[in-house]
């Protein structure tokens, strides 16, 4: 059930942030007739649009205007932003989009919501999920962390059956009422301490996904995501393994499901993309979800067969003189870094960015004996050179100075004289991009160039 739906005609709302989901909170506060105050770092075209919308536009604002009566925040402002903080000390409730969508969808036509989150693999599930949905004939999309604001999804009409959810941890920790049909925890590992403060704020964050009247998801392979799933009734687990009862799992290279009635072949790991271990228990998730919903067991099939994975995600480029170059620039973390490394044997390893805390040794410890050569850029290619002599200290390590434009042409570059037929180059950076690029898109966008750039490039 929703919280109901708040009567914001005529109260002041203030937006922190003018982002995409900003935007859409705004537009939606002023189609109620909220009185919106719009709170972002600087002015831009978008904020532009809001004040032509009817939005009080306060660039910089330190403080919520008196008489807000409610603060909605985008993701990328942290608990600790001194406008957030001042909102709190005045007893002010701050909120997200998320939770925004959540309660004004009462009084109108509610869509299934099917949510999930976890350190990785958020997106290409979501997205496993919503081909899924569709496959099964029911009208649904992705939103969320993948881009769509949930509040646009909930505002569509005609109204969605269901919304496949993700949620990033920032979304969660703003999310209060969030009561969904079914919610799935892929895995946790470090990642956004700096926004969080500390492991343990982190997967308090992550826990919100859960609800107790929900069917509810975990990974059984990852103690950590078991631990924060401790105490809820009737969990469902997914496994690389052969599935118990009241599980999802894989026997004789099928996804099979024993937890959703009598145990029922799903579809065969090989029709699973991207390939690779960590994708195959993304699908699951995905399975475990939809089944959550009633789907039945040949939609997850075709869902999962007619697939199309979104780029940079373990996206083979080229082959260049028998060396392979794959595109993982989506692993911005070392947990899912590791998933990269762990599907193939001889890498040349493309690594470093913004490491927000994480630590690398753990992934160098389990994964140092499968690379054959290293090219680190970034921020903190420093710590990540460190695991790396602690780890695999005869490791050939090339290390990039360079900042600008064509630092990564030099990265590919390196990286090809470290390769030999049959290796494969591996851009998994385990961090964060903004340093040095624009996105983990942009980041896989040029070592694409990069490697088109090399002699003798072939096709994939």
Known sequence: MSAGRPALGGRRVLVAGAGASGEAAVRALLALGALVTVADRVASARTERLAAAGADVRPGLAAPPAGTALVVTS?????????????????????????????????????????????????????????????????????????????????????????????????????????????????????????????????????????PDAVNVVNADDPAARRLADGLPDVIGFTLGEPGPGQLGVRGGRLVDRAFGPSTVLAAVAEVRPAGPHNVANALAAAALARAYEVPAGAVAEGLRTFVPDRHRNEVVAEVGGVTYVDDSKATNPHAAAASLAGYHRVVWIAGGQLKGAHVDGLLAEHGHRLVGAVLLGTDQATIAGAITRHAPDLPVHRVASTDDGAMIEVVRAAAGLARPGDVVLLAPAAASLDMFASYGARGDAFAAGVRDLPGRGTA
Request: with cysteine; glycine share 8%; proline share 6%.
């Open 75 to 211: 993701p990328g402002w942290r608990p600790d932003s001194p406008l957030l903080r001042a909102a709190l000390a005045a007893g002010i409730e701050v909120i997200g989009e998320v939770e925004l969508a959540w309660r004004l969808q009462a009084d109108r036509a509610v869509p299934a919501w099917l949510c999930l989150t976890g350190t990785n693999g958020k997106t290409t599930t979501v997205r496993m999920l919503e081909s899924i949905l569709r496959a099964a004939g029911h009208r649904a999309v992705a939103t969320g962390n993948v881009g769509l604001p949930v509040i646009d999804a909930v505002r569509e009409d005609p109204p969605y059956q269901v919304l496949a959810v993700e949620l990033s941890s920032y979304q969660l920790y703003w999310s209060g009422t969030l009561a969904p049909r079914a919610a799935a925890l892929l895995n946790v590992a470090e990642d956004h301490l700096d926004w969080h403060g500390s492991m343990a704020g982190y997967g308090a964050a992550k826990r919100r996904i859960f609800h």
